[in-house]
């Protein structure tokens, strides 16, 4: 089955330097999805792409679509503690339900 | 942005104990909602879709009937997790879409933190 995988599994940094996630999905996605979890809570949707090679940007937060759109990274410049938490990218499985595969996650610890 | 309300946020209960939890669309109707597990330190595992008025879709290797899953109006799902016993333990999040048959942004519920002694 379709497979969504993050490296890294786990990124401490100190507050100030940048982090970056990496997705990659086993099957081309028609969309890729980030979520935000913050520890005891629920994820929170981020952003979402959906065109090949599409980059956004939401303040120090930088989103990219590979052009195979197999792929996305996120980037946090200059991370801040309240940057913590596990961020998650998600794909469409591609069936009728349009159910969300979920990566494996990034968890991101920041010390001030 | 669309509000997923989820109760009870925590709930401890004895083995061989069935647990309800509610999943409410605050402002919006939600046709489908889904429904995820997630185990400490893990990634959110889909359990079933949950379809208003039909039954639910489960994932592969999910009991259907030991996650009993109830669709009945546009802004209320439950999962009742029956005869629970403690590897049942686990934080339980469902999730919905406000455009029904897209793959638009989930809004999830709190969440609930089942503890099964």
């Known amino acids: 089955g379709q497979q969504v995988m993050q490296i890294p599994q786990y990124q401490h940094v100190q507050e100030g330097e940048d982090f970056t996630t990496y997705c990659n999905s086993s099957?081309?996605?028609?969309?890729i999805q980030w979520y935000k979890q913050r520890p005891g809570g629920h994820p929170v949707f981020l952003i979402q792409l959906v065109k090949s090679g599409e980059v956004k940007k939401q303040k120090r937060l930088t989103f990219q679509f590979g052009e195979a759109k197999k792929n996305s990274s996120l980037h946090i410049t200059a991370t801040q503690t309240t940057d913590v938490g596990t961020y998650f990218c998600a794909g469409p499985d591609g069936g009728a339900t349009n159910k969300l595969i979920f990566g494996t996650g990034t968890l991101l610890a920041v010390q001030p | 942005g669309a509000v997923v309300s989820q109760h009870p946020s925590r709930v401890i209960c004895k083995s061989g104990t069935s647990v309800k939890i509610e999943c409410r669309s605050l402002d919006f109707q939600a046709t489908t909602m889904f429904w995820y597990r997630q185990f400490p330190k893990q990634s959110l595992m889909l359990m079933a879709t949950?379809?208003?008025?039909?039954?639910?879709?489960?994932e592969q290797g999910v009991e259907k009937d030991k996650f009993l899953i109830n669709h009945a109006s546009l802004t209320l799902s439950t999962l009742t997790v029956t005869s629970a016993h403690p590897e049942d333990s686990s934080f339980y999040i469902c999730?919905?879409?406000?455009?029904?048959?897209?793959?638009?942004?989930?809004?999830f519920g709190e969440g609930s933190r089942l503890t099964v002694l």
């Open positions: 999730s919905a879409q406000v455009a029904a048959g897209t793959t638009g942004e989930l809004f």
């Open positions: 099957t081309t996605l028609s969309n």
């Open positions: 949950s379809n208003e008025g039909s039954k639910a879709t489960y």
